[in-house]
């Protein structure tokens, strides 16, 4: 929808098993800056043309995976809003200090009923280097890697995303934007925006919770992910499939892994959302061309492969 | 077994009960000798000790751990029983036999 109180997905934070590679594959192959380490080891990073301190944290562990997913709003009214709106539904939030993450202020946590979690915050500090704004050049540096511009969204698997879908339209202001049916009405994936982007954030049906598909880094344009394909083979990245293009969102894409094998997206080239658009819908027994719009297929890796 | 120049002799047990030799070689992921060869019994995920697809057991003879491998797929207690991610683990060159 229209951007109300929700802005953006802000930033996540991922499980990674061996920083040192992470490292090489987050900040010299797909091209994001690294702001700053926290003492606990948490590394934070950030792409080119974003403000805020950071939008992407890993964090060391002995699993794969997603920690939280973060969306920022529009200020502090606006989370006392969201907050009162997510009681009303009956969700049980938790205060998440200022600074427990460096350079953000205090956070409202909950848990979807696809077991995610999520925080929503409205202060953060800018980062040192952002984008220019006075007489602005395209870039400051000139970016490295993928050229990745954002962290555009997160797919994510659990159980009820039904319950999840209610939650983000009814509690923070989302719009389903296009979502994946069979005949009897059952939703199996559903794309929900909060702003003009295509999606924001999606949920696909999965037997089990708090599963997470990949984070989503937008690219300039189509050479942009041809150039990030020559990457991915020159330096053996795992790819899962592409460069392909999505029938929902319509956007071009590559899907690979990071060294720890959670999945990453390169992305260009979606359509613009607006609140007067109607729902897009796809029956399930198109949902191939759905998700590989190319290929008219799934592979055997989207539906099971998951951290 | 051993073999020459470093390469190694494998014997896949399938869940059906078919068996599979195959060559690794020097360095070569377990899971990418086995697509190397055309053998399509595991699933290829990540790559990369993540996702747990690729997960077999060791029967007999031993392999190095080439790369962390995620705990919610091979805890402590399943390594120890033999349980490894065919995408991290390579043959072990002292002590296959």
């Known amino acids: 929808m229209a951007v109300v109180d929700v802005l953006r997905p802000g930033f996540v934070q991922l499980r990674v098993m061996d920083m040192a590679q992470s490292l090489t594959h987050y900040r010299d192959r797909i091209g994001l800056d690294v702001v700053a380490t926290g003492a606990d080891g948490r590394v934070y990073l950030k792409a080119d043309d974003e403000f805020d301190h950071h939008s992407i944290v890993l964090r060391p562990a002995d699993t794969a995976g997603m920690d939280v997913c973060a969306f920022k709003v529009l200020d502090d009214a606006a989370l006392d809003r969201l907050t009162d709106r997510l009681h009303a539904h009956g969700v049980v939030t938790q205060a998440i200090p200022a600074g427990e993450q460096l350079g953000v202020g205090r956070r409202v946590r909950f848990t979807a009923p696809t077991g995610h979690v999520f925080d929503l915050y409205a202060d953060i500090e800018r980062a040192p280097a952002g984008p220019m704004t006075d007489n602005p050049h395209v870039w400051r540096h000139e970016p490295r890697g993928m050229a990745p511009i954002r962290f555009d969204h997160v797919l994510l698997y659990g159980d009820d995303i039904d319950g999840a879908a209610d939650l983000f339209t009814q509690c923070l202001g989302f719009r389903r934007v296009e979502e994946v049916e069979t005949p009897d009405g059952t939703v199996l994936a559903t794309f929900l925006s909060c702003s003009t982007k295509s999606h924001d954030i999606a949920f696909v049906r999965h037997a089990e919770k708090g599963k997470f598909h990949h984070c989503s880094f937008l690219l300039e344009d189509w050479n942009a992910i041809g150039r990030a394909a020559d990457l991915m083979t020159r330096y053996e990245i795992p790819i899962d499939i592409g460069p392909t293009r999505h029938g929902i969102s319509r956007g071009r894409t590559i899907y690979f892994f990071d060294p720890s094998g959670n999945r990453n997206e390169v992305f260009a080239g979606s359509y613009d959302h607006y609140p007067d658009h109607p729902r897009r819908v796809w029956s399930a027994d198109q949902v191939g061309r759905a998700i590989f719009y190319y290929e008219g297929e799934l592979n055997d890796r989207f539906m099971g492969v998951v951290t | ?97």
């Open chain 2, 1 to 97: 077994m051993g073999g020459d120049d470093g390469e190694h002799r494998l014997v896949v047990e399938t869940g059906d009960g078919a068996r599979i030799e195959l060559v690794c070689r020097p360095g070569e992921t377990l899971l990418a000798g086995l697509r190397r060869q055309g053998c399509r019994t595991v699933p290829v995920g990540c790559r990369s000790g993540g996702c747990g697809v690729c997960r077999v057991r060791v029967i007999a003879g031993a392999v190095v751990v080439a790369r962390p491998m995620s705990a919610t797929h091979v805890s402590a207690v399943a390594r120890q029983q033999g349980h490894v991610l065919a995408c991290c683990v390579q043959p072990d060159a002292g002590r296959f036999d």
